[in-house]
């Protein structure tokens, strides 16, 4: 790998541009308005994708092609297959002529596609997305395409069902790529609107259905097997020298299956002088609903629980699963919900010794569904006698209504993560998906809840 010296404040392209007139190095790479707009010079550097042109260069940084495309020459990738796809979209918009001619629009139709229609073709989303590359989903930005047809009530072609087709439930809605990409598009926000209208007009998959049937029966995502854990448990817990007061958001999986964690989490907190409410009402947050779109009965689970919640005299509602935390926080949109680590991370407290190498595995919906990845880490290294082994963030593949419905993916992502972490003794997780997911993969995992409990 060359390394080359630059002046500072020099963008990636002009770095280049200068490495190649100093140094006469003819690295070939793609640049065009040198003003953010037109994609066309995104890299890898130092491991993301980011415009050449707007990204600063710092010491020892590491510029390599995008990743995920056949690399042509030096930084530059064959794009073609991605603008061969685009072009297999065909317009099939039939117009409305006015008397003079002129095309009619509605002001109300431009902006349900203003959003879809920012896309500059950086290919960002496609570098990072890990159901492209372990299958034939094209990417998010061709499901952004095809929505932006489908919203258009001039069109005349049955997107939802090319869509359909072209592996629309193969998304594991994890936001890499609304992470990367320079334009900010709600990616995995356009994916779940595909998915609802591709629901409504009898394009999905069975096992979404069976879901929403465990639903419409006892309000769980899951079906029942033994007592639950909000039957098993009392309603309200009050700590001796109590600082908060707080509810406790179950989730399905704790609710019905990771009883163990929901006991694990009432201790956890008691300890830190925070009281628990245990709403007996609550339901399934609606997550598995609203990313398989169905949206619906996702509808009806958030008026229940906003009856609920609303009513309780709280500081906070806590949650120790990642996606019922992002549900609470971007859909329902409330302000007073916490993951169980931002909670904690505020509290100081001494924790017993234990000695284990550990990682932490990042939730999707907790790393870019909630901004939440210091916490996790700061909480553990607390604990005496931790052996911290750090990991990159990286989608494991139980979300998106990929674990149900797209079992073969799943397992494959499941088990490229898995190989990440061969050499600790633990992962910690507060994700009881991830949890579970990563368990089947040959894993020990261990809610961060449940290691806090052997040491409080």
Known sequence: ??????????????ALEYINREYGANIKFRASCRNSQCGSCALTIN?????????LVKDNMLIEPLRGFKVVKDLIVDREPYYQKLKSIRNYIV?????????????SE??????????IDCLSCLSTCPARSSSNFPGATVMRQLLRFSLDKRDEEDRERIAFFENLYFCTTCSSCVEVCPMNIKLEKAIEKLRELAFKKGYFLEEHRKVRENILKSNRSIPKIKESFLEKAKEFYKAENEKLRVAFFTGCLIDYRNIAVGFDTIEVLLAHNISVYLPKAQVCCGSPMLRTGQRDVAEDLM??????????????????CAGCGSTLKNDYKLKNVKDISELLIEFEREYKKLKLRVSYHDPC???RGQNVYKEPRELIKRIPGIEFLDSKPQCCGAGGGVRSGVKELAKLLGKRRAKQFRDVDKVITICPFCELHLKE??????????LLKKVI
């Open 47 to 55: 491991g993301s994708p980011r415009l050449a042109c707007e990204t």
């Open 365 to 367: 919906h907790l790393r």
């Open 95 to 107: 117009r409305k002529k006015l008397p003079d001619g002129l095309e009619e629009i509605e002001e």
């Open 1 to 14: 790998m060359e390394k080359y010296k630059v002046p500072e404040n020099l963008t990636v392209l002009e």
């Open 303 to 320: 008026e229940k629980n906003l009856e609920v919640f609303e009513s309780l005299d709280i500081d906070y509602i806590v949650t120790v």
């Open 110 to 119: 431009v902006e349900k596609t203003k959003e879809l229609r920012t896309c």
């Open 441 to 450: 993969q040959g894993l020990d995992v261990i809610n961060l809840v449940s």
